[in-house]
Structures are given as C-alpha cells and as structure tokens.
C-alpha cells in the first residue's frame, strides 16, 4: 500500500501543524505506521508510532507531550498532530508502515518500538522559524 503525506509548511516557534498520511488503499491506514523525521544534515529518526492493535502509542521523548499520532479509518489516513513546535522539529516528515514491538506496563498494552517496513514515500517538509 502507498502512502502520501500532507500538511508540512512553515510556522514560527510555538506553532502547529497537523500531519496526514492517507493510504492509497481501502483499509491501508490499518496497519501499524510510524512517522519518521530527517533534519537537515541529521539522519531519519522515529517521532511516533501508531500500532494496528489497541496500544498506548510510541513516541520520541523529544516530542512527548507535544504530538499526537491518531487514525481515522473513515478516512483512511493517520494524522499526526503536532503543537508547540521548537526549531529542533524542522525536516521532513514522512510516514511509513512499521513493525511494532509492544509490551505490557502494568495494565497497558504500549508500542515499546517500530522500525519501518516501507517503502518511503516523498515526504512533507516541516520548517520552524524562531
């Protein structure tokens, strides 16, 4: 399944944006899928992750507290919502299906994990201006 990622701009420092990530197939947003993030002259790292099943939700401590990643299955797309924007969140953003590890915290079920199945798509570029 193909996934397209929307939404990217330029914002100041404190700004919002909202992500999305729609599949290009019926139900394709219902997989485990992670938004990955490439700074300029950084390599790509994963920002949050979403699973397939009922999880707590990964994210980069870097942004906890800050982003949201959801689904909407009606839409078929995963979004990922992003507040307080610091410069350090400049890059592009792209959303990929992922492998999740998952583990159980006390009576939660948490996505501990993801690393990406692929393939990349083009991406969304997020720029922060201070």
């Known amino acids: 399944v193909q996934l397209v990622e929307s939404g990217g701009g330029f914002v100041q420092t404190g700004g919002s944006l909202r992500l999305s990530c729609t599949a290009s197939?019926?139900?394709?947003?219902?997989?485990?899928i992670a938004w990955f993030r490439r700074a300029p002259g950084k390599e790509r790292e994963g920002v949050a992750c979403?699973?397939?099943?009922?999880?707590?939700?990964w994210y980069k401590d870097s942004v906890k507290g800050r982003f949201t990643i959801s689904r909407d299955n009606g839409e078929n797309t995963v979004y990922l919502q992003m507040n307080a924007l610091e410069s350090e969140d400049t890059g592009v953003y792209y959303c990929?299906?992922?492998?999740?590890?998952?583990?159980?915290?006390?009576?939660?079920?948490?996505?501990?994990?993801?690393?990406?199945?692929?393939?990349w798509g083009q991406g969304t570029q997020v720029t922060i201006s201070s």
């Open positions: 990929v299906t992922a492998f999740g590890v998952f583990g159980l915290e006390g009576d939660d079920l948490h996505t501990l994990s993801c690393r990406p199945r692929g393939p």
């Open positions: 197939e019926e139900n394709g947003a219902r997989q485990t």
């Open positions: 979403l699973s397939d099943v009922e999880t707590i939700p």
